[in-house]
């Protein structure tokens, strides 16, 4: 296997970071959704943010929605030390028919999806730009090339809007996929980034918690193998504690394993100094179907209430409900 560590250092350097703990927050409680367009308050996201500020300093985000735009401002306006990786929410600009829950789309659904990205991008380049103190990176995307999405956007696209946020704004840019589109399809497109950002879920591809880190690290170092000196880091990985075997096994979703994968990974990355983007900081029960043990609901490290799971039970203790 190659050598890696100038491909970590330069990840480092790249970006003008410390290494540090890395986590990915959307706050979206009981009855909130940004596909209804409610969203987490000022003062819910403060009381969010006041509980990841004990362990973590870089958060990502998901979009230029209100609920981000809220987020930066309670950073700023509540002096809190958080960096943010912000995103952006791609529509669909293609079908995709190996979609498993349907991606086909009319000529009038897809036109409409790419005006909507315009606007999302202009928002994105706003954003940056306004609390350029705050945000450290951007990326153009999650998860709109590998073959399962439903909102494909194709490959020569992706470059046209990381050219249009580059000439912009400041801050690095990247995109955030799954780690297999990175080794053949996506090169065209890593060539005009300024780093690569890569997911890996061994519970989504029926790992146990046994070979699971070895895994990841396979996925890792396929992407820093394949991109020589380009700086990697992983901007999801996690394990749900949940699930109703659409995808993951019940059996293999538990406090547990999370427990366990969590500190097997952050063991790996804080020694390899690799960023790392843990999967998530709450439960979102928005999220998937409206099946209750629906794995999509249920990666947080808190759950929806804020209670701390098992894996961050012992730091933070005063979160527990009395008795626990």
């Known amino acids: 296997m190659a050598d890696t560590s100038s491909s970590r250092a330069c990840a480092i350097t790249a970006l003008g970071l410390?290494?540090?703990?890395?986590?990915?927050?959307?706050?979206?409680?009981?009855?909130?959704?940004?596909?209804?367009?409610?969203?987490?308050?000022?003062?819910?996201?403060?009381e969010d943010l006041q509980i990841l500020a004990k362990n973590w300093q870089y958060l990502?985000?998901?979009?230029?929605?209100?609920?981000?735009?809220?987020?930066?401002?309670?950073?700023?306006?509540?002096?809190?030390?958080?960096?943010?990786?912000?995103?952006?929410?791609?529509?669909?600009e293609m079908s995709n028919p190996h979609c498993p829950w349907g991606a086909e789309y009319s000529d009038e659904i897809l036109d409409k999806n790419r005006r909507a990205n315009i606007e999302e991008v202009h928002r994105l380049i706003g954003l940056a730009n306004a609390f350029d103190d705050i945000v450290f990176s951007v990326s153009v995307g999650n998860e709109a090339s590998v073959e399962w999405t439903d909102h494909m956007v194709p490959v020569d696209a992706l470059i046209g809007y990381v050219k249009q946020v580059k000439d912009t704004i400041a801050q690095p840019v990247t995109f955030c996929e799954n780690y297999v589109p990175w080794t053949y399809k996506l090169e065209p497109l890593a060539e005009a980034l300024d780093f690569i950002a890569v997911h890996t879920y061994p519970a989504w591809e029926y790992r146990s918690i046994d070979d699971a880190l070895e895994f990841t690290k396979e996925n890792?170092?396929?992407?820093?193998?394949?991109y020589p000196g380009k700086p990697v880091i992983i901007t999801e990985a996690g394990w749900t504690t949940a699930a109703n075997g659409r995808g993951i096994d019940p059996h293999n979703a538990s406090e547990e394993l999370q427990a366990r994968y969590y500190e097997q990974l952050l063991e790996w990355t804080n020694d390899e100094k690799i960023l790392t983007f843990v999967f998530e900081a709450f439960d979102e029960p928005w999220k998937g179907s409206p099946d209750p043990l629906e794995p999509e609901k249920h990666w947080g490290l808190f759950d929806v209430n804020r209670v701390p799971k098992l894996v961050m039970r012992e730091l933070y203790a005063e979160l527990l409900p009395a008795g626990s």
């Open 18 to 46: 410390e290494h540090g703990n890395a986590i990915c927050y959307s706050g979206y409680r009981e009855g909130q959704s940004p596909h209804s367009g409610t969203f987490p308050t000022y003062e819910q996201i403060r």
């Open 60 to 92: 990502r985000l998901y979009d230029c929605s209100p609920h981000a735009e809220t987020v930066l401002k309670v950073i700023r306006n509540e002096g809190l030390h958080f960096k943010i990786m912000l995103g952006l929410d791609m529509a669909a």
């Open 220 to 226: 890792y170092h396929s992407v820093v193998d394949h």
